[in-house]
């Protein structure tokens, strides 16, 4: 038995993709299709500025799309992420006409994302309704307290301090921290273990003594947290508070994560896939603005993706359960 | 007339059906008896159309059968009333007994009353006092067999088989079934009745076919045979090398379990269990066995009762995480669904249990992870061709093993083996009960919970008998037979 001897050790290399079997790699093969065929399609497409611009826009969706890899991989989903992301900057930002430090106002952001998280990491746990349900309750409680606080009002100016973060390169780079950090988190931690573990058997997971309710709080906790981080970096990019942010932004990151190939149906994928997802989503859409297409055409093309990428999901799925059978 | 030929059925590791060949008469009530894993459960659903490739023929009235669907069966008169009923339970009787075949009047409208006025005739006709609008949830769970059968007899059904009808219902509804069940037959029609329990087999039955290991043992008539003839043609079969010798070494006491209740699960439940001692439980399914180990494993928390642990007392556990510290591990009887992670590799899912330990604060040291789960896969003799393969496409006895390995890992003394060896082959089978004495060579304490006899008295230095969520009777390994046990889990009253 060959594999007997190399059972010692797994490669640096290989242990980033190991445990998904390469499935990242069509993605990023897809990645580079697309960007050869934008650069000979569309003039103006291959240039540096293009490039930072898309950047800066996968940035916001990349982060928070991270968070709900996290919460997909133990078989739940977070439809709250655009609304705790309006809630943390329009509340967490009401501090900014007043005059406050950035001090003050960056960690009160990132707090409230975090509360609010960990406010649908309890109710999930609570209360025996599935994650889909409580999270579309809480988006539009989230949303509805945004917007009767602030009474729809935008805030602006901002201070040119909160635009550091949104220069530039500076949101990409804060995206590639965060894939960095969890990619680490997600393959070599207990807790990241426990996720995987979570989501393709709970029950089997309980009985193994892992502590199940808790890491679930953690994990909507985590999302909220990145929701909040992310806001940050739109504010920054913006230049303005708008209580409307984030609309949408939960369809833009559950297609990022099953586009990168993490499992809707939880247990499998992995946080690198969904940087790869993100990439992938981001060209797209950017290709078809710059071709002047309706923006119309941007939620259609996201939702045939989706669908495309959780029939590929399912078919896998059908095919393991008839072998195991 | 009911003809079975040469009927086999193969499911991966095992053979649900062999060569079996029988016939049921027209105008009879048949028995069908057997263990656990006899092939009864195979056997009707090959009648009623679920299972539809098999070796051999199956013909009713003469003429073969080949059904491909359900509906098939249904549309020539079989009508099969499973354990797990298939009401629906937000609709009324009338529309459940219409349910898919509602009479519509002009116009596409349903006829409300039509439906009433034919559920009410039947329900009379059997002497039911069920209201036809009542609805369906709201009814026991006898009265809601009561609607499953008057659909099938609206469906013209000349076939009824019922599987384990009466495994919920109490003394009474069984009684009252009984007479519903005669009053079929009057009416000629022919009942294919899966049980058991002897003592109803022969109450109602006019003929009982056993079966055994997915063998066709015989059949008997009622009237030329007694209960302890049938038992014995159910569990009846060689012992010598289906189990590896076994030295017994007791020691202290490891655990004892006091007066544990659970409401609606079971109740006053004291047991003990000493070092390098396996006990064995024996029950039917639903006695209560699985529900009493996830209460000692911290799934549930008892009502009342204490679990003593060498010196330590607890009173139930609130985490499996808490059980597995004071010491008990346990093998669920569902492997896919509650002990292994199918998406998982091997490795992942043998360090599930002991990530803690594994670990240096957060992270999981992957030295330390692989020396362990290399260890398992080695002494175990788990067949992978490496650490990283996915759990589910292993065999069933490997999967079994890497759960069991899983165990293991958490070092605890005290273990629960909850159905270990179904759904495996015999050869795996084996290797679980070696491995399962080597555990006890170390001192260790199992609880084996079995709902197939031979295992049980095969490897069991003990033995406790539970019926209907009590401990009624222990047995010693030299006392215990299959008939006695039989007797005691059946309720038959010969002891």
Not at chain 1, 59 to 77: E, N, Q
Not at chain 1, 165 to 194: A, D, K, M, S, W
Not at chain 2, 476 to 482: F, I, K, L, W
Request: proline fraction near 3%.
């Amino acid at each position: 038995m060959k594999g007997k001897q190399e059972a010692g050790g797994t490669s640096g290399f290989m242990s980033v993709f190991g445990r998904t079997q390469f499935r990242e790699l069509p993605i990023l093969i897809y990645i580079l299709l697309m960007i050869v065929f934008f650069s000979f399609t569309i003039p103006g497409f291959w240039a540096v500025r293009n490039f930072e611009n898309i950047s800066r826009q996968i940035a916001v969706v990349g982060i928070i799309s991270t968070g709900m890899t996290l919460v997909i991989l133990t078989g739940g989903i977070d439809l709250s992420v655009g609304s705790i992301l309006a809630f943390a900057i329009s509340i967490g930002g009401a501090g900014i006409p007043l005059g406050r430090s950035i001090w003050v106002v960056y960690p009160t952001i990132l707090l409230l994302g975090t509360i609010l998280g960990l406010v649908n990491g309890i109710l999930i746990t609570r209360i025996s309704v599935p994650a889909l349900i409580i999270t579309l309750g809480t988006m539009n409680i989230f949303r509805g307290i945004t917007m009767v606080v602030t009474r729809g009002i935008y805030i602006t100016p901002i201070p040119f301090a909160y635009m550091t973060i949104g220069r530039r390169y500076t949101p990409f780079i804060f995206l590639l921290i965060v894939i960095g950090v969890f990619i680490f988190i997600t393959l070599r931690t207990r807790f990241g273990r426990n996720l995987y573990a979570i989501g393709g058997g709970e029950q089997a997971s309980l009985y193994s003594g892992v502590p199940v309710v808790r890491n679930k709080i953690l994990v909507y906790t985590i999302s909220g947290f990145l929701s909040a981080f992310a806001g940050l970096i739109l504010v920054g990019r913006s230049g303005f508070i708008q209580p409307q942010a984030g609309l949408g932004y939960e369809m833009n990151a559950i297609a990022a994560v099953v586009v990168g190939g993490t499992s809707i149906f939880g247990g499998t994928g992995s946080v690198l896939g969904t940087f790869f997802g993100a990439t992938l989503m981001g060209l797209i859409l950017t290709g078809l603005t710059m071709r002047a297409v309706d923006p119309y055409w941007q939620g259609l093309v996201t939702g045939i993706l989706v669908i495309l990428a959780i029939s590929i999901d399912s078919l896998r799925q059908m095919k393991s359960r008839s072998i195991s059978s | 007339m009911i003809v079975f030929e040469r009927l086999s059925k193969k499911f991966p590791g095992v053979k649900a059906l062999d060569d079996v060949s029988f016939r049921v008469e027209e105008g009879e009530i048949h028995g069908l008896v057997g263990e656990n894993g006899a092939g009864k459960s195979t056997l009707i659903k090959i009648l009623s159309g679920i299972i539809t490739d098999y070796e051999g023929k199956l013909f009713i009235d003469g003429r073969e059968m080949s059904f491909t669907a359900a509906h098939q069966a249904q549309n020539q008169g079989v009508a099969t009333i499973f354990q797990e009923l298939t009401v629906i339970r937000d609709l009324s009787v009338a529309e459940n007994i219409f349910l898919g075949r509602e009479p519509v009047r002009m116009g596409g409208v349903v006829d409300t009353n039509f439906m009433r006025e034919k559920s009410r005739e039947v329900l009379q006709y059997l002497g039911s006092t069920v209201n036809p609008g009542e609805i369906v949830g709201r009814l026991s769970i006898a009265n809601q067999q009561i609607v499953e059968i008057c659909k099938a007899l609206v469906l013209n059904a000349k076939i009824i088989v019922m599987d384990e009808p009466t495994s919920s219902l109490t003394e009474h509804e069984v009684k009252q079934l009984v007479t519903f069940i005669r009053r079929l037959k009057e009416r000629g029609l022919t009942i294919l009745y899966v049980s058991h329990k002897m003592e109803e087999v022969f109450h109602i039955c006019d003929t009982i076919s056993v079966l055994r290991d997915g063998k066709f043992i015989g059949s008997v008539n009622k009237e030329e045979s007694t209960p302890d003839e049938v038992i014995r043609m159910m569990v009846g079969r060689s012992m010598e090398a289906m189990f590896p010798p076994r030295e017994r070494h007791i020691g202290e006491k490891l655990l004892e379990v006091r007066s544990l209740s659970r409401k609606g699960e079971f109740e006053d439940v004291s047991f003990s269990l000493y070092e390098g001692e396996i006990v064995g439980f024996a029950g039917l399914i639903g006695a209560g066995r699985t529900e009493l180990a996830k209460t000692l494993i911290g799934a549930a928390r008892p009502g009342a009762g204490e679990i003593r642990i060498g010196k330590r007392v607890f009173r139930g556990f609130s985490h499996p995480h808490e059980a597995y510290q004071a010491g008990i591990a346990y093998l669920p009887e569902d492997r896919k669904g509650e002990g292994l992670v199918a998406c998982l590799t091997v490795r992942e899912n043998i360090a599930l249990s002991i990530l803690r330990r594994i670990s240096s604060y957060l992270w999981v040291k992957p030295q330390a992870e692989l020396s362990v789960v290399d260890g398992f896969i080695k002494n175990l003799r788990i067949k992978v061709y490496h650490h990283d393969q996915v759990a589910e496409t292993l065999s069933g006895g490997n999967q079994q093993k890497v759960v069991i390995s899983k165990l293991l890992a958490t070092q605890t003394d005290i273990f629960i083996f909850d159905e270990p060896t179904r759904g495996i082959d015999v050869g795996a089978k084996y290797e679980i009960y070696r491995i399962m004495n080597d555990l006890t060579k170390e001192g260790k304490g199992i609880i084996f919970i079995s709902s197939e006899l031979p295992e049980i008295l095969g490897i069991s230095d003990r033995i406790y008998c539970m019926r209907a969520g009590q401990l009624i009777k222990e047995f010693t390994h030299e006392e215990a037979s299959p008939e006695k046990i039989m007797h005691v889990l059946t309720g038959g009253n010969i002891i």
